[in-house]
């Protein structure tokens, strides 16, 4: 029980950082200066880059990262390529993650879950939707961690992974740090930074919910 009351009151306090993530990133600024944009760059490279920490804000901290640097807090120009490059980063490392360690745990022909055939089909999957899928998936929380790793253990060739995600990290990137820039100091943004992040993480999240939906549908069809 003690254990679980520690576990809930830690993502409680999760919650309530990435609720309130103006005041947090505002008190990192204020704290640690510029090792603020090296902080930044580790989330973002480790929300990309690592399967173990897709929980990691993603989308909400870029917004406010706009909304600090129009307040000339952070610097536009020195946090914006640092930032697509550490999701780019993030993305090759989990790609070669899977890429290396994904066809060993396909080894054993005869495992109940790790199956050779489940890598035929996520190959196939991703030579014909890969590019899409890498590029897209870069706005679903969550997904987006795994993504780059599933397409490394599929086994899709990295010229064009590579391609598609640096198409994907700079246009999410770009898209959701300027969306901030340019809107996150409108007054009624500022008063309801918290409702806007909400806002975020439920468009983000959303097209996942209509997959979901598409999918039960569609196994209630065809029972």
């Not at 975020?200 to 598409?214: D, G, K, Q, T």
Request: proline share 4%; glycine share 8%.
């Amino acid at each position: 029980m003690e254990i679980s009351g520690h576990i809930a009151d830690g993502l409680i306090y999760s919650f309530n950082i990435f609720l309130h993530l103006d005041k947090t990133l505002g008190a990192v600024i204020q704290n640690y200066g510029a090792w603020t944009y090296l902080i930044l760059f580790l989330i973002i490279f480790c929300e990309t880059g690592l399967v173990v920490t897709p929980i990691l804000p993603g989308d909400s901290l870029l917004f406010a990262v706009g909304t600090f640097a129009a307040m000339r807090y952070l610097d536009m120009h020195r946090i914006w390529p640092l930032l697509v490059l550490a999701a780019i980063l993030g993305d090759n490392v989990n790609y070669a993650v899977g890429h290396y360690i994904g066809p060993k745990v396909f080894h054993y022909d005869n495992s109940r879950i790790f199956r050779k055939e489940y890598l035929v089909k996520t190959h196939n999957f991703y030579e014909k939707y890969g590019g899409k899928a890498i590029i897209l998936c870069k706005y679903v929380p969550i997904v987006r961690t795994f993504a780059p790793f599933v397409a490394g253990v599929g086994a899709m060739t990295y010229p064009r992974f590579l391609l598609f995600n640096v198409i994907g990290g700079f246009t999410w990137v770009t898209l959701i740090a300027f969306s901030g820039y340019f809107f996150g100091n409108i007054p009624v943004i500022r008063s309801n930074f918290s409702f806007v992040v909400l806002a975020i993480i439920f468009v983000s999240i959303l097209p996942a919910i209509i997959e979901y939906i598409r999918h039960r549908r569609s196994s209630k069809s065809a029972a």
